[in-house]
Every structure is written in C-alpha cells, then in structure tokens.
C-alpha cells in the first residue's frame, strides 16, 4: 500500500481511495499556473505582464486552486488505480474534496464502481419451448393483397396471369401460376419465422443463463455505458449536419424516450458481456491464432479502403480477439443449451 493513497473495500462493486497530493506537488503546479493566469493582466500603473501576483491572485486563488487540483487529481487517481489493478467500469465518483485552507497535504476520496464476480448459475435449468413454425392461408393472402397494392399491372384481380406478371416485374423464376406464387410466399414467410423464432430461442436462453448466474450490473456502469450511447448519438448527428431536436421532431420521439432505449440497450449489453466472458472461462474458451487470423481477412475483405496499418495494431488485435471469444462462447452456449441446429449462418 502506498503511502500516497489507502484503499478501503466496501462491497463487492465499491472500492474507496482516500489519496493524498502532497503539498509541495500542489504549490509548485499552483503556482506554475497563477503565473500563466497574471502574465497578461493588464493593471494601471503597472507594464503589462510585470503585475505583481500578490495583488491579484487573492479574488483569482479559490478559482486557480480548484483548476490546479482538477488538473493534478486524474494523475493520482489514474497511479493508484494502476497500482492496485483496478478494472473499474465507470468514471470514478469524488466521495469528499480537499480543503484548501489549512496549508497541509490534500487529501480526498474517491468511490470506484468494479464489476462484482459472478458464478455460473445451472445452464441445465435453461427451457425453452420450442414453437412449431405455421403459415396460415390468412398470411398468404395479406402478402397477396400487399403486392396488389404497392404494383401497377394490367391484369385487375388476383389471378394465375396477374401472378406471373407479378413474378416477371419482381425478378421471379417459375411462376407460371397462382399457385406457384402462393407456394413461393409460403416457403418465404416459413422461413422468416424460422429465422425469428431461432433467435428469440437463443436471446430467451441467453436471458435465462444470465438470470441463473444472478448477473446484477452496477447502474453506475448502465449509466456511463448509456451516456457513451447518447454522446456517439450526439456526434452522429452533428457530422450529418442534423440538429437533435429537429431528428427528434421528425421522428416523433422525445429525449426521455431515447434515454430509456439507451439504458435498456446498456443494460442488456453489459448483461450479456459478463455472462459470455463468465461462460468463456468456465469452458476455458480460446481463440486460435488461425481463428484469428481468419476473421482478420473476412474483415479486411469487408472493409477495403480501411487503413491497412489498423491491422497490425495490438490494441486492435486484442478487441478483435476478445470480440471472437465472446462469439465463439456464444456459439457454444447455444449448442450445449438448445442444441447446434439452433445456429445459423449469422452464429
């Protein structure tokens, strides 16, 4: 323990810091700035920039003193994290600030949010009823009626010719009939409910495994992650050159609506990282420098004009690494809970 800062563990989400910025440290960078802050103040009877600091710095001290602490406290806060090796999943919180009126070291305290362990709850509790996929005739003939409405043909009722002009302005091959039409439709709407009611399996299971696991994410970590959300929104619009409230307007929403979504989809997130990485060392899951490997070239191929040095740079390595561990966990999660013939080729 460094004498610099003390550590106090209050939970298992909490860790207090109470850290010390010795005084001497505090002048010197004080005083660096109170000298930048006079240089160019301006004082009758006085050259500019020769203003003796004594007669300004008292109405400038209470401001200066607080932007000097501002500017050194990350520092301190950043080695004392590091030291302790502190994976901490939001901003740090000042629990108590220094006072600056009594001449001495500067102490304060700050609260880190960490992410609680986990256990892996009894994935064989996991049930999911499987729903048997059907396509009604009433299904069949709402597609009908909406290919009637959205083309132009010169056939007038829902027939065998109006189906094959259908099919010749859409791109279809062998329609020659309604009938065809109907069965192409059927096959069609069949495996979009296929497809929907795969992933509502593999998101339900998900949900089930991280509720087995009693996974519970700090709201302190849900609130940065949703404030990460709205400031990526923010600047999304600004570079298309949109303002928020006209966006909202058009849109017919409102900033508390957008709010609620983004902690939802924070929320959610967060949830499924931890269970995934939770799951990953349970079944002590890697990734192979050819799996690796392999998924860098599917994403060079998918982004060609990228700048190429992107792919040698370590940090990126290691996001992709780490992105590819948690898909592969994902994978055999839902082979070990539903089975492998409820993964697709978007698994």
């Known amino acids: 323990m460094s004498d ?8 298992d989400e909490k860790i207090e810091l109470t850290i010390t910025i010795p005084k001497d440290a505090f002048d010197q960078s004080y005083n660096a700035m109170l ?48 030291k302790e090796n502190i994976p901490i999943i939001a901003p740090p919180k000042y629990s108590s600030l220094p006072d600056f009126k009594d001449g001495k070291d500067l102490e304060f305290k700050i609260e880190l949010t960490v992410m609680p362990k986990f256990k892996l709850g009894n994935l064989k509790k996991i049930s999911i009823k499987k729903e048997e996929v059907k396509i009604e005739e009433k299904d069949i003939e709402e597609v009908l009626k909406e290919l009637k409405v959205k083309n132009e043909t010169t056939a007038k009722k829902i027939g065998d010719s109006w189906a094959k002009e259908i099919a010749k302005k859409l791109g279809l091959e062998k329609i020659e009939n309604l009938e ?40 302190e970590a849900i609130d940065f992650e949703s404030q990460e959300r709205e ?10 050159g949109v303002k928020v409230d006209d966006f909202l307007e058009q849109s017919g929403l409102d900033l508390k609506q957008m709010r609620g979504a983004w902690e939802k989809d924070a929320k959610e997130a967060l949830e499924n990282d931890v269970f995934l990485n939770l799951y990953a060392d349970k079944k002590d899951i890697k990734v192979s420098k050819e799996e690796l490997d392999r998924k860098i070239e599917e994403i060079k191929k998918s ?10 740079n370590e940090e990126w390595l290691e996001y992709i690494k780490r992105v590819e561990r948690k898909e592969k966990a994902f994978r055999e999660f839902i082979k070990e809970t539903l089975g492998e013939d409820s993964l697709d080729e978007h698994n």
Do not use: C, W
Not at 45 to 57: A, I, S
Not at 189 to 201: D, G, P, S, Y
């Open 35 to 82: 000298k930048d802050q006079t240089k160019d103040t301006d004082l009758k009877g006085f050259r500019k920039g020769k203003v003796p600091t004594d007669l300004v710095e008292p109405s400038m001290k209470p401001m200066l003193q607080f932007e000097t602490f501002e500017r050194l406290a990350p520092m301190y806060i950043n080695t004392a994290v590091q």
């Open 303 to 312: 982004q060609p004009n990228a700048d190429q040095s992107i792919f040698s």
């Open 180 to 219: 065809d039409l109907k069965k192409m439709i059927k096959n069609t709407l069949k495996t979009q409910k296929e497809h929907m009611v795969l992933h509502n399996n593999q998101d339900e299971a998900l949900k089930q495994g991280i509720e087995l696991s009693n996974i519970k994410i700090p709201q």
């Open 4 to 11: 610099m800062y003390t550590r106090k563990d209050i939970s």
């Open 231 to 240: 400031r990526a929104f923010e600047q999304d619009m600004q570079m298309r």
